[in-house]
């Protein structure tokens, strides 16, 4: 499997760049629109997540990475968080030229700038409390978020958002602290919180707006991704309505709904919930328009072109791998697939055709036999091989045999621990005595 | 030495029925300081009295007269006329003093040890063993010395015959610790691992307030065999498992838990690197043997899961996935596998093809009904066993104080009262 995910890559460098291009797909990463698709804080850790990994993985795509650190340069200096301004010249290291030094001067004012709100907002917040009045303290609380977060420090952000929720009086104000809560919690990292803030505004007795409904299925489902449960996470991606737009443009795009969505779904279904939650949902298939490749691999796999349903998966991989959310799991994820078109191939017949199947699925008999061997010994796949005719015999288990296996053994095992535990129970029991006796 | 003849008398003349050797009993206990001081002058008294009619008063004399250290000449000379009582006393008469008896024949074993020739001891003690047993399913405190005798002299059959028993009364725990683990050792010697594990568990699972070095050994040899006999094993103990055992035994045992881990790695290189590694601390432990047998072990293992996955293998593939060196070398070791019946199969010397087949046997034969209704049986009579003792154990007073009362005794209750768990744990007062 590996060499040819090389040919993949390899194969995915060589096209030409420019075409009117879907934003995931064979070719290179356009990094320009990929990033028009984002705003705020997570257009620049998705940049500079791309910039990590063109840098470390010295690839040919140190352009690709150079373009990455411009973008995100440029995108900070609208911002106000001298910390990571600071970082990404680091990581420019002067290779854009002058345009793109430390500046020492705008770091100041910044600051500066800074440290003036923060006294104003410390004393606003200050009155205030002093005066009790609920909904001004929330705000307060709310612009102290603010500020932390547009200046990066997240934990405090975090905590001054969770602090507002003493003052909430409608449900509105709680949803509004779960979603800063969110948020800050995604760019953390701290999925536990994702979930535990998800479900706190779910709870929430008034009806939810469909675009804040939409925003906390991903939200839901970016914590299930990242804590590797993959059904969850398709289940909460396929849920997420039309209505998404790109009004979550601060974590996710519509398209990456998609993307995580339809590889999770793939990964983790069985054909016929596959059919229904994937192909036949109105609501998913807005999304997957966005990104044919996905939608089209999809089909693929339904109908049982695994050599080009494969095709796709390896054009996408590389563009997938730096993505900032699913890099992780791509391997996971691209393994299981195989393994279930692997499993759905072999399930129809009594015997199949290795050299078939090895052609089928563009691998070598060798390589095919070693991956259905792993499964079978997984017990994924009832069948064996008689590696001598290259063909796969379907194995039907025979049920009477079994039960009379499992009755054998089950007796003798419940004869074992009827014994042993009766013997340690007069053990006790002698000890208990013995205990007795001697207190007598 | 008049009040010895005056016994003597009294002796022959209260051997009779039960109530007289109640009598006795009561006479010898008075006597037996008095016997202990000059056991000398006894010598002259056993040829007076006959060991199988007047056995108990035989057990007191002769307890007294072998009292205290002897040389290897006397051990020579003792070790028939202990033989001797042992062989023909009367179960019935030696019941009223267990103790002597214990006494009197662990000191046959020791100067059995000591002329070092257990083999003379093994049937004098399975006697004694019988003759003491209350029930079949009663541990005297010989079984254990039996089974070392057993184990000494190699004679691994004679011991399993007393093994075969279901034991259930205990005298003394350590009785039990001792008994499981030789018991075990001999199952090992005649590779009945099944029966093996189930002894071993037994003295990992005991209850126990202290870990103790039996149970440490035992759990060592635990986790060989279940390596070689199922080809894994499982780190963690059974909830029942005293909080001892599972706090210390893995501390104890380390290097057999890397082992363990190593070997389900199921690479037998690096497997059989650690083994040479380690070769040292397994041979102090006396258990290279063993480690030996896990290692090839592996080899069945590994087998085994391909007939499984394939129909057809070439020896060349065989040999490439289990890592054995040649084709011939895996076409020995699968032509053992299939006379040993662990795994069924044809071997096709022409294009070196080995087919497996599946287990032929069908479940439709009398002898398969048979097991299958001998086997229900044997569970019916266990779980009325079970019941038997359960409604014992619901009247117990001492339980019923601990479970009901739990706040009167002050000691916390210690013990684990899930095996009998129909009466409710707390009570509302």
């Given at each position: 499997m590996e060499p040819e995910d090389e040919i993949y890559e390899n194969g995915g460098g060589e096209q030409p760049p420019p075409?009117?291009?879907?934003?995931?797909?064979?070719?290179?990463?356009?990094v320009e629109t990929y990033a028009s698709l984002y705003r705020d804080r997570t257009k620049v850790a998705r940049l500079l997540f791309i910039a990590d990994r063109c840098d470390n993985e010295a690839m040919p795509l140190e352009a690709l990475g150079m373009e990455a650190l411009r973008m995100a340069y440029d995108e900070i200096k609208k911002g106000e968080n001298t910390q990571l301004f600071r970082e990404v010249v680091g990581k420019i290291r002067g290779r854009l030229g002058d345009k793109y030094e430390m500046d020492a001067a705008w770091c100041e004012t910044v600051d500066r700038r800074a440290e003036q709100k923060k006294e104003k907002l410390e004393n606003e917040l200050n009155s205030y409390r002093t005066n009790l009045i609920k909904e001004s303290i929330r705000m307060g609380y709310n612009d102290f978020g603010d500020f932390h977060y547009a200046h990066g420090a997240l934990g405090d952000a975090f905590k001054s958002y969770v602090r507002t929720r003493d003052y909430c009086t409608t449900s509105k104000h709680i949803i509004s602290m779960c979603m800063n809560a969110i948020l800050v919690s995604i760019e953390m990292g701290q999925f536990t919180h994702v979930t535990s803030y998800v479900s706190k505004a779910e709870q929430t007795p008034d009806a939810l707006d469909p675009i804040t409904v939409a925003k906390l299925r991903c939200a839901a489902g970016l914590a299930h991704l990242e804590t590797k449960k993959y059904k969850l996470a398709a289940r909460k991606f396929l849920e997420t309505g039309p209505e998404l737009g790109s009004h979550y443009n601060e974590v996710i795009a519509p398209q990456d709904v998609a993307t995580y969505g339809g590889l999770c779904a793939l990964a983790s279904f069985d054909r016929t919930e596959l059919k229904n939650k994937v192909i036949d949902n109105l609501n998913f298939r807005n999304f997957l328009e966005l990104v044919p490749e996905v939608r089209e691999l999809i089909n693929d796999f339904y109908s049982s072109h695994y050599a080009s349903c494969l095709e796709y998966l390896g054009n996408l991989k590389p563009n997938l791998l730096l993505d900032i959310h699913l890099h992780d799991h791509v391997e996971t994820l691209y393994d299981q697939i195989r393994h279930k078109a692997l499993i759905q191939y072999t399930?129809?017949?009594?015997?199949?055709d290795l050299r078939m199947m090895a052609n089928a699925f563009k691998t070598s008999v060798a390589g095919l036999e070693k991956e259905l061997e792993a499964l079978i010994t997984d017990n994924q796949i009832q069948a064996r091989i008689d590696s001598h005719n290259k063909i796969l015999y379907a194995r039907h288990a025979d049920q009477r045999n079994a039960t009379f296996q499992r009755v054998l053994q089950t007796g003798s095992e419940f004869d074992r621990d009827v014994r042993s535990m009766l013997l340690r129970a007069n053990l006790i029991k002698y000890d208990h005595n013995l205990r007795a006796s001697r207190k007598l | 030495m008049g009040s010895i003849e005056n016994l003597v008398t009294q002796i022959q003349g209260l051997s009779g029925s039960v109530d007289d050797i109640a009598h006795l009993h009561n006479i010898l206990k008075i006597a037996d300081e008095s016997l202990h001081a000059e056991p000398s002058a006894l010598s002259s008294v056993l040829d007076q009295v006959d060991p199988a009619k007047h056995s108990l008063g035989y057990l007191y004399f002769l307890e007294a007269f072998t009292f205290g250290p002897v040389s290897k000449e006397q051990a020579l000379t003792l070790i028939p006329i202990l033989a001797r009582f042992i062989n023909c006393c009367d179960a019935q008469q030696i019941r009223f003093a267990p103790d002597k008896f214990v006494s009197v024949c662990k000191r046959f074993k020791d100067h059995v040890l000591l002329i070092e020739s257990p083999l003379r001891g093994v049937s004098p003690m399975r006697a004694a063993v019988r003759k003491l047993q209350t029930t079949s399913e009663h541990l005297t405190t010989l079984h254990p010395d039996f089974l070392l005798l057993c184990i000494l002299s190699k004679s691994y059959n004679i011991g399993l015959s007393v093994l075969e028993d279901d034991i259930f009364d205990v005298d003394q725990p350590r009785d039990l610790f001792l008994y499981c683990y030789y018991g075990g050792m001999i199952c090992i010697g005649q590779k009945r691992f099944r029966k093996a594990l189930e002894l071993l568990h037994n003295v990992v699972t005991a209850p126990m307030n202290t870990i103790n070095a039996i149970a440490v050994e035992a759990y060592k040899k635990y986790i060989l065999v279940s390596l070689i006999h199922y080809g894994q094993f499982s780190t963690s103990l059974p909830k029942y498992a005293s909080s001892a055992a599972q706090r210390n035994l893995k501390n104890f045992c380390q290097p057999y838990i890397e082992l363990a881990t190593t070997y389900s790695s199921g690479k037998i290189a690096e497997f059989k690197v650690y083994v040479d590694t380690n070769r040292e601390k397994f041979d102090n432990d006396k258990n290279l043997g063993l480690v030996k047998q896990v290692v090839s072990s592996m080899y069945k293992h590994n087998i085994q899961r391909l007939t499984q996955t394939y129909l057809t293998l070439s020896l060349q593939d065989i040999a490439n996935t289990v890592q054995l060196g040649s084709p011939k070398e895996a076409e020995m070791h699968v032509l053992q596998m299939i006379q040993d019946g662990e795994i069924f199969a044809t071997i096709n010397q022409k294009d070196g093809m080995v087919r497996f087949l599946e287990d032929p046997e069908q479940y439709k034969t009398c002898q398969m009904i048979e097991r299958i209704d001998s086997s229900i049986q044997r569970i019916m009579t266990l779980s009325r066993k079970l019941n038997a003792m359960d409604e014992l154990m619901s009247y117990d007073p001492l339980y019923l104080s601990k479970v009901l009362f739990p706040q009167v005794g002050r000691e916390r209750q210690r013990f684990d009262f899930d095996d009998f768990d129909t009466v409710p744990q707390k009570f509302p007062i």
């Open positions: 075409r009117s291009k879907p934003i995931i797909s064979g070719e290179q990463l356009d399930h129809p017949f009594v015997s199949v | -």
